[in-house]
């Protein structure tokens, strides 16, 4: 029988969520955060790197935001049914993870276009945003990125330069009339591609930092984080196999917080 505490949460998830409360600071008792991670082949000597490590930055940076992802499917995408809202969901391979839009994993029967890129971070999200979300003409924008900002997947990311990319996303679509969801980082103890980090108090940090931003911004704040953590501020492997990327039984608890968040944007609308 699963225990649930009066906050509708299992017993055992709500302790973990309790116990990285608890812990005290975000980043320990030094005082500062850790210096920020980065890809080392952006550190390497060039000529260390072997050609395949040079194709794939050269690929990069041919198209940084990756804005031919989506190009052709944003062409060919109907103007949305009279009556009906469209939600697009903007992130990154956790979004992206949901399964293409129309297809039966992803949300089936509702108005809702998935926009997610693997490995993205804000930076890059902020250059496709009109491209991908504002173009599209939505009614409501569910934002869920920041944790490959903390991996360092484009570079150092300090805990400032992720809030003001995703300021600026959401001020971007508070002006084009869009209602912002604005999704925590999931929780993660570790990144598998970068061996050694530690990166679960930057992300109950910068969680903190999105939770007020939407309080005074008057934006939905949707809480992963809280009905997902493990008491390292990890992911156990139920939910989660390589403690990064969700599993069907991860989703499954992350669906219905998704709709409540985007009703409760839609009613705002």
């Known amino acids: 029988m699963k225990i649930v505490s009066s906050f509708g949460l ?17 980043w320990g008792h030094s005082g500062a955060p850790p210096a920020p991670l980065t ?16 194709a794939q930055m050269q690929a990069r940076l041919l198209d940084l935001p990756q804005l031919q992802r989506y190009a052709a499917e944003n062409a ?3 103007p949305a049914p009279k009556g009906t809202s469209r939600v697009v969901l903007f992130g990154d391979s956790i979004t992206e993870g949901w399964g293409p839009t129309g297809s039966d994993r992803f949300f089936p029967g509702k108005p809702y276009v998935n926009r997610g890129i693997s490995g993205q971070t804000t930076a890059q999200m902020l250059l496709r945003f009109r491209q991908d979300v504002i173009d599209l ?3 409501v ?3 869920l990125a920041g944790t490959n900002d903390i991996a360092g997947n484009t570079g150092p990311a300090t805990q400032r330069m992720i809030e003001d990319n995703l300021h600026s996303i959401a001020e971007l679509a508070k002006v084009h ?7 925590s980082v999931l929780p993660v103890s570790t990144y598998p591609w970068r061996p050694g980090s530690q990166p679960a108090g930057q992300v109950r940090a910068l969680n903190e930092a999105l939770r007020q931003y939407a309080r005074q911004q008057g934006l939905v704040y949707l809480d992963y984080y809280a009905a997902m ?11 989660a196999a390589d403690g990064v990327h969700p599993t069907p039984a991860g989703y499954a608890i992350m669906a219905p917080l998704a709709e ?10």
């Open 10 to 26: 299992p017993v055992a998830r709500m302790w973990g969520f309790l116990a990285c409360i608890l812990a005290g600071p975000a």
């Open 39 to 54: 890809d080392p082949t952006y550190l390497a000597a060039p000529e260390s790197l072997t050609p395949e490590q040079v």
């Open 76 to 78: 060919a995408l109907a």
């Open 137 to 139: 003409k939505p009614a």
């Open 141 to 143: 924008v569910v934002i």
């Open 177 to 183: 009339g869009i209602r912002v969801v604005l999704a």
């Open 229 to 239: 953590t493990n008491a390292e501020g990890g992911l156990d492997p139920a939910l």
């Open 260 to 269: 409540q968040a985007i009703a409760q944007a839609l009613k705002a609308h």
